[in-house]
């Protein structure tokens, strides 16, 4: 059975640092673009980042460009998203996603991806 999982989330203070983990199991995840995402009590999903399989294409969202980056290491089937800066608005749900789409795409587009980990929090608070 194929299972994304994500981790890493918790409590940071402003200005902090976190990094977050999309690991796979069950199916490589070579060949799929990876995306990030994260949802606000109140607010609708957000994509943030992503990667493409091939090449390491990298998309960020306007909100996050310059504090948070992506990457992706395949021997170990698994993704990163190292946070920085953190503020208060960056708390909230964070869902990685796997999507079988064109190899040198990135993109925020939640409707690309079909394999949804089940989320990890991030709450960013003094």
């Known amino acids: 059975q194929w299972q994304i999982v994500e981790s890493g989330g918790g409590l940071v203070q402003p200005g902090g640092s976190l990094r977050l983990s999309c690991t796979s199991s069950?199916?490589?995840?070579?060949?799929?673009?990876i995306g990030w995402f994260r949802q606000a009590p109140g607010k609708e999903r957000e994509g943030i980042s992503s990667?493409?399989?091939?090449?390491?294409?990298?998309k960020y969202a306007d909100s996050v460009q310059g504090r948070f980056v992506i990457s992706r290491d395949n021997a170990k089937n698994t993704i990163y998203l190292q946070m920085n800066n953190l503020s208060p608005e960056d708390t909230g749900v964070y869902y990685c996603?796997?999507?079988?789409?064109?190899?040198?795409?990135?993109?925020?587009?939640?409707?690309?991806?079909?394999?949804w980990g089940p989320g990890t929090q991030v709450t960013v608070s003094s």
């Open positions: 996603a796997a999507g079988a789409i064109s190899p040198n795409l990135a993109t925020l587009r939640h409707q690309s991806y079909d394999h």
């Open positions: 990667i493409s399989s091939r090449d390491g294409n990298t």
């Open positions: 069950g199916r490589t995840l070579d060949y799929h673009a």
